[in-house]
């Protein structure tokens, strides 16, 4: 059974595992499989900060549509007052 930790928590944990970790030159696949980590946990922090500047893109998009239609509102509001 999985252990319940949160995935930034244990995402820490293989990090910690793995930068302890010291591949031998006599066990080949232990090397290779340390070497496909490194490039995955590479990859997980690639992914994450083009998730986090995606975000702040949406958040941008998204607050420049919610006033813009407060500024739309409040025109038509003074159109109909007009």
């Not at 944990?13 to 010291?22: L, V």
């Not at 232990?30 to 986090?52: G, M, P, Q, S, Y």
């Not at 949406?58 to 549509?65: M, V």
């Amino acid at each position: 059974m999985r252990d319940a930790l949160p995935t930034q928590d244990r995402l820490t944990q293989i990090r910690r595992s793995h930068a302890s970790a010291r591949p031998s030159a006599e066990n080949p696949a232990w090397c290779h499989t340390h070497a496909d980590l490194t490039f995955a946990l590479a990859e997980i922090d690639r992914l994450c900060a083009v998730l986090a500047r995606t975000e702040q893109r949406l958040f941008a998009l998204a607050s420049g549509i919610e006033g813009e239609l407060q500024r739309s509102s409040v025109k038509r509001a003074g159109a109909l007052h007009g």
